[in-house]
């Protein structure tokens, strides 16, 4: 949904109607959803009033504000440990079970989602 909506924004040029510019995903980078997920619900108001005055609200069907914000909460705990991991040259099996330990209550999360 958010990919979809992001590609018709810029390809219709509504993008340069928005006061922040929305974010596309990269393929390579599993975090980049993350950046356009913020993006878009930075910019969501301004993305409703420019679709609804283009009457293609329809773009918005199924677009859950909620489950967006708790899947951004989800995927920003996972991009910190993920780079925390990431940065020790050889992190140690103590390092790695604290981070899970910490992703651990979000795997309850998840289910919801």
């Known amino acids: 949904m958010g990919r979809k909506l992001v590609a018709y924004l810029k ?5 340069r109607l928005l006061p922040n510019s929305v974010k596309t ?5 599993w ?5 356009m997920l ?3 619900r930075d910019s969501f108001p301004d993305i409703v009033e420019i679709l609804t005055e283009k009457r293609q609200q329809h773009r918005l069907e199924g677009w859950n504000g909620e489950l967006m914000s708790d ?3 989800l995927l920003e705990d996972l991009r910190k440990v993920t780079k925390e991991i990431q940065a020790k040259k050889v992190p140690t099996m103590q ?3 604290m981070r899970y ?3 651990r209550p979000l795997r ?3 289910k919801r989602l």
Do not use: F, H, P
Not at 11 to 15: M, T
Not at 25 to 29: A, I, N, Q, S, T
């Open 11 to 15: 390809r219709s040029g509504l993008c």
């Open 71 to 73: 899947l951004i909460e």
């Open 25 to 29: 995903l990269k393929e390579v980078r």
């Open 101 to 103: 330990n910490d992703l």
């Open 108 to 110: 309850g999360q998840r």
């Open 31 to 35: 975090d980049t959803v993350v950046d």
């Open 38 to 40: 913020i993006t878009l």
């Open 95 to 97: 390092y790695v079970v």
